[in-house]
């Protein structure tokens, strides 16, 4: 199970989850997302723009380097880390960050996930990054920024 914090939280969040996760026998990984958190803060002077986008890969890639076995992964998150579950749990982020992959090529935890938890989902945090997207039309952006 991994679990994602909100916005301005950290894996402290998640304490006591962790606690009855680990008693009922899961495998438990939280992690304080980039520049929240313990986590490094670099900003836009160090080439860094936050997004769920970027979230859901690094996420993806802890995964990738800390989670073996077969058992799949259930990702949890709370507000916008409902937002990095999803993105992470898909795998759409590779695509809207531009990466190329091989066709037969899935995102980590896309290729095992089990289940997906979003609690107090932030659904319109995101906004940013779904004006920038190439399939909405110029009237659909304009309504997101009035």
């Known amino acids: 199970v991994i679990l994602i914090h909100g916005f301005g939280c950290s894996t402290v969040y998640w304490r006591e989850t962790t606690k009855y996760l680990t008693n009922a026998g899961y495998t438990v990984h939280a992690l304080d997302l980039l520049g929240q958190g313990k986590s490094a803060k670099p900003g836009r002077e160090d080439g860094v723009t936050y997004s769920i986008d970027l ?23 709370n507000s916008l880390g409902s937002n990095v579950a999803l993105a992470a749990a898909t795998g759409d982020f ?31 945090m995101n906004s940013r990054n779904i004006i920038r997207d190439p399939s909405w039309n110029p009237i659909q952006r304009a309504l997101l920024t009035f």
Do not use: F, H
């Open 55 to 77: 979230w859901a890969a690094l996420v993806d890639s802890y995964a990738s380097s800390q989670i073996r076995g077969d058992n799949g992964i259930v990702v949890m998150g």
């Open 94 to 124: 590779y695509t809207l960050l531009g990466e190329t992959t091989p066709a037969t090529t899935t995102p980590y935890i896309a290729s095992k996930i089990k289940g997906v938890g979003m609690y107090n989902c932030g659904v319109g």
